[in-house]
């Protein structure tokens, strides 16, 4: 079966530190892979996307996130943490064959220390 | 550009009950998806809608039932209302014409809160 794998379902890291989220997905076509932000009482808001352009893509906020066929990851980085930046954070694929349908992580929450 | 928006946002009803949910995409796009977010099963896809026609639809039981319209807005209704349908509903639209990445717009949810 087709899945999504996020490791560590609780970060912490300190204010200005290295944020690094991992995500690992069971496919052997490249699909598009998407990290997604969550605040409390709101909705997704998507950080970036890989289409196949290039493996490493630049998103907001200052995240980016590289691609990795061999390894089939696409973990999310950010050199430098903001206490803005606490939140639950999802890494989404979209299979193929599965149209516009998203297969969505478990989620791993941020928190950043002062 | 407004975003995708649902209502209502909070909304609380007893067991047995029914409930319809409703979502406005945003403007121009045609796909209306539908995700249930808990803290025990996570973000699961219910279905998505494309040109009022059910395209895809996830694993749940039949109580959970949607349409869309011909402007692109939907519903989503589920009833005889269970406990375990307490949840944050998403709403997500993507533009399908020239977009072959599939990327979602979220709307803020709806909270169902199911006594």
């Known amino acids: 079966a087709q899945s999504v794998t996020q490791l560590g379902s609780h970060v912490s890291v300190s204010e200005g530190a290295l944020v690094l989220l991992r995500c690992n997905y069971s496919s052997s076509v490249p699909p598009y892979l998407f990290w997604y932000v969550q605040y409390p009482n709101q909705g997704l808001q998507l950080l970036l996307k890989y289409t196949s352009a290039a493996t490493l893509v630049k998103g907001i906020n200052g995240f980016e996130a590289e691609f990795k066929k061999s390894e089939t990851s696409f973990h999310l980085t950010k050199p430098s943490a903001h206490m803005s930046d606490a939140a639950e954070y999802f890494c989404a694929v979209r299979f193929s064959g599965s149209a516009r349908q998203l297969t969505f992580g478990s989620g791993t929450q941020l928190t950043v220390l002062p | 550009k407004a975003g995708v928006t649902q209502t209502p946002r909070y909304l609380i009803k007893t067991r047995g009950q029914q409930v319809t949910l409703s979502c406005s995409p945003i403007s121009g796009h045609r796909s209306v998806s539908w995700y249930q977010q808990t803290p025990g099963q996570g973000l699961q896809f219910l279905f998505e809608?494309?040109?009022?026609?059910?395209?895809n639809k996830g694993n749940f039981p039949g109580r959970f039932s949607g349409r869309q319209f011909s402007n692109s807005r939907s519903e989503m209704n589920v009833s005889t209302l269970e406990l375990g349908d307490s949840a944050l509903y998403l709403c997500?639209?993507?533009?399908?014409?020239?977009?072959?990445?599939?990327?979602?717009?979220f709307g803020e949810g709806s909270r169902l809160t199911v006594l």
């Open positions: 997500a639209s993507s533009l399908v014409a020239g977009d072959n990445t599939g990327e979602l717009f």
């Open positions: 809608y494309f040109s009022e026609t059910q395209r």
